[in-house]
C-alpha cells in the first residue's frame, strides 16, 4: 500500500512558477513510476508528467514540455514537479499517481493517488 500526500498548490500570477511536492508512504518507492495528473473543472483528467522508479528516464505531455520539470528523491520518498511560465489554462487540481514496476500516460493505469492539490493561475 502506498499514501501519497501532495502540497505545494496555490494562487500564482500567470507568468509565475510553483513546486509540488509527493509525499509517499515510502515502502518500495523506488519500485514505483511516479505520475502528475491534473484535472480542470469541466474538462477530462490529463497526463501532466511522469518519472521512472530510478529517475533515469522522464516523460511529459506536449504542452508541459519545456514547462515543468518532474524529478523525484527517493532517500525522501518524494517526487516533484517543478512548474515554470505557468498559464491560466494550466489552472487545475494536481493529482500525485504511483504505478509499480513501471510509467504510463493513462491514469486508469495507477495504482495508487492522491487527492489533489489545487493550482490557480490568475490572468
Known amino acids: 500500500q502506498v499514501h501519497l500526500v501532495e502540497s505545494g498548490g496555490g494562487l500564482v500570477q500567470a507568468g509565475g512558477s510553483l513546486r509540488l511536492s509527493c509525499a509517499a508512504s515510502?515502502?518500495?518507492?523506488?519500485?514505483?513510476?511516479m505520475h502528475w495528473f491534473r484535472q480542470a473543472p469541466g474538462k477530462e483528467r490529463e497526463f501532466v508528467a511522469a518519472?521512472?522508479?530510478?529517475?533515469?528516464?522522464?516523460y511529459y505531455a506536449d504542452s508541459m514540455k519545456g514547462r515543468f520539470t518532474i524529478s523525484r528523491d527517493n532517500a525522501k520518498n518524494t517526487v516533484y514537479v517543478q512548474m515554470n511560465s505557468l498559464k491560466p489554462e494550466d489552472t487545475a487540481n494536481y493529482y500525485c499517481?504511483?504505478?509499480?514496476?513501471?510509467?504510463?500516460?493513462?491514469?486508469?493505469?495507477?495504482?495508487?493517488w492522491g487527492k489533489g492539490t489545487l493550482v490557480t493561475v490568475s490572468s
Open positions: 499517481a504511483a504505478r509499480f514496476g513501471s510509467t504510463n500516460y493513462n491514469d486508469y493505469a495507477m495504482n495508487y
Open positions: 515510502g515502502r518500495l518507492f523506488s519500485s514505483y513510476g
Open positions: 518519472i521512472s522508479g530510478s529517475g533515469a528516464d522522464t
